[in-house]
């Protein structure tokens, strides 16, 4: 399993990034994929997860209404559209795929390598 992340980089306050995570070597109809960040001195928090086989979607509390995930069947892509960001949105942002429980890191099989966001003016 495989999964390569993409798309980071630095933005100003309500600016937007599109981040991707290119995705291989698994069933993907029996994973839920997901975004998870951490910032400098905390713990790695999930973002959001979406289920392959019928695009359910998970957002936590903190990006409902400005981040958007999504998939790409076709191109076993993964995708993270963040809108109107702030500086606490600022954190390496890993993609991660699961076949069980989407809100608990932990139970997480693969992981991808962490890409940088920074908000700041």
């Known amino acids: 399993v495989q999964l390569q992340a993409s798309g980071g980089g630095s933005v100003q306050p309500g600016g937007s990034l599109r981040l991707s995570c290119a995705a291989s070597?698994?069933?993907?109809?029996?994973?839920?994929m997901a975004w998870f960040r951490q910032a400098p001195g905390k713990e790695r928090e999930f973002v959001a997860a979406?289920?392959?086989?019928?695009?359910?979607?998970y957002h936590s509390d903190s990006v409902a209404g400005r981040f958007a995930i999504s998939r790409d069947s076709a191109k076993n892509t993964l995708s993270l559209s963040m809108n109107s960001l702030k500086p606490q949105d600022t954190a390496v942002y890993f993609c991660?795929?699961?076949?069980?429980?989407?809100?608990?890191?932990?139970?997480?099989?693969?992981w991808g390598q962490g890409t940088q966001v920074t908000v700041s003016s």
């Open positions: 991660a795929a699961t076949r069980h429980n989407v809100y608990n890191r932990r139970s997480y099989e693969c």
């Open positions: 070597g698994f069933t993907f109809s029996s994973y839920a």
């Open positions: 979406i289920l392959w086989r019928n695009s359910l979607r």
